[in-house]
């Protein structure tokens, strides 16, 4: 007896999902992220308003002062949803806890002289409060805003920021021998020590800050383009080039991770701007306004870290922000004119 073993194939009958199809016109192929984007909001058929604010439904277009006619315009150019994301990080992860093991083995920070750690201490270990502000922030952002290229692009931020304050938590725990001392002490230098507190107050603020557009400007664009270059490019320098590269290992996914998400924040609000004049003067004026508070909040945080070096330090980092806002097109001369 013969068998003769064929091979069938299936054609395919629609190239992508019908909603996908109407946003791209036709029955053409969609990316992974597109399919995992569009027009996933819920935006019908709720059963209740929220008790807390019965003028507006459970997810509201409302909820900020930015109007967008379609807000799958705001799309993450780094193109992330679930799975490219989590293939990425996972991928960073790796590189972080092979030169985590390497200063660890090699007692990089332990055998620093102690005046050493204790600035490394002091600079960058209670910023984990800071971080999980940024966290709790930027949850905010994906519970009230509105589309799934904001609200998902702000959960993996959100995550991320919890994992920048555990990576600086290690950075604690390097420099104690893993005794959970330094943990303590920066706590106390978050809450009671007065170069801390302008920080501090602005994280708080932000915390209760209800308009979530500009949530995400002042968090992720302001404060971000301020304090981080400060802490983990402007510090991180100064101390590296006296006591060698350790701490630049331990911070590198930090720095990266910085410059990626940059370019998500970018793009989210400069598509803002050119949506409308409305939209690029309200953001001006929140750019101003919260631009103002970081620069009061950090500048007693920098003159404790960098000594002599925080008027240069500040002044470098406030013109790569001004930098940058020009780029989007938002800066204060161009409101002038």
């Given at each position: 007896?013969?068998?003769?073993?064929?091979?069938?194939?299936?054609?395919?009958?629609?190239?992508?999902?019908?909603?996908?199809?109407?946003?791209?016109?036709?029955?053409?192929?969609?990316?992974?992220?597109?399919?995992?984007?569009?027009?996933?909001?819920?935006?019908?058929?709720?059963?209740?308003?929220?008790?807390?604010?019965?003028?507006?439904?459970?997810?509201?277009?409302?909820?900020?002062?930015?109007?967008?006619?379609?807000?799958?315009?705001?799309?993450?150019?780094?193109?992330?949803?679930?799975?490219?994301?989590?293939?990425?990080?996972?991928?960073?992860?790796?590189?972080?806890?092979?030169?985590?093991?390497?200063?660890?083995?090699?007692?990089?920070?332990?055998?620093?002289?102690?005046?050493?750690?204790?600035?490394?201490?002091?600079?960058?270990?209670?910023?984990?409060?800071?971080?999980?502000?940024?966290?709790?922030?930027?949850?905010?952002?994906?519970?009230?805003g509105w589309g799934t290229a904001v609200t998902q692009a702000a959960m993996f931020q959100a995550m991320d920021r919890l994992g920048i304050a555990q990576y600086i938590s290690r950075i604690g725990l390097l420099l104690d021998g893993n005794t959970g001392e330094a943990?303590?002490?920066?706590?106390?230098?978050?809450?009671?020590?007065?170069?801390?507190?302008?920080?501090?107050?602005?994280?708080?603020?932000?915390?209760?800050?209800?308009?979530?557009f500009e949530l995400l400007v002042a968090q992720n664009l302001v404060l971000d383009s301020l304090l981080h270059p400060l802490a983990f490019q402007q510090f991180e320098r100064r101390f590296s080039a006296a006591h060698g590269p350790a701490l630049s290992l331990l911070v590198e996914f930090i720095t990266s991770w910085y410059e990626e998400s940059a370019r998500w924040v970018d793009a989210t609000v400069k598509t803002a701007a050119a949506e409308s004049a409305d939209n690029a003067a309200l953001l001006r004026g929140w750019i101003a306004q919260w631009r103002s508070a970081a620069a009061e909040a950090l500048a007693p945080y920098a003159a404790a870290s960098l000594d002599a070096d925080a008027g240069a330090a500040l002044a470098a980092v406030a013109a790569a922000f001004d930098a940058r806002i020009a780029k989007l097109g938002l800066n204060a001369e161009e409101k002038a004119a």
């Open positions: 007896m013969q068998i003769d073993i064929k091979t069938t194939s299936v054609t395919q009958l629609r190239q992508t999902f019908s909603h996908v199809a109407r946003r791209l016109g036709g029955d053409k192929p969609a990316s992974r992220y597109q399919e995992a984007t569009f027009d996933l909001q819920p935006a019908a058929n709720f059963h209740y308003r929220p008790l807390w604010q019965p003028e507006l439904e459970l997810y509201d277009m409302r909820r900020t002062r930015i109007v967008m006619r379609d807000w799958y315009a705001l799309r993450d150019p780094r193109q992330y949803y679930y799975g490219t994301y989590t293939i990425a990080r996972a991928r960073q992860q790796e590189a972080m806890e092979k030169n985590i093991d390497f200063v660890e083995k090699r007692g990089l920070l332990r055998d620093l002289p102690q005046a050493a750690r204790d600035a490394l201490l002091f600079a960058l270990v209670p910023l984990r409060h800071a971080e999980w502000g940024a966290n709790a922030n930027n949850c905010y952002i994906t519970a009230y943990l303590t002490q920066a706590k106390a230098l978050w809450m009671e020590h007065p170069a801390w507190q302008g920080l501090r107050r602005l994280v708080e603020r932000l915390m209760v800050t209800s308009d979530w």
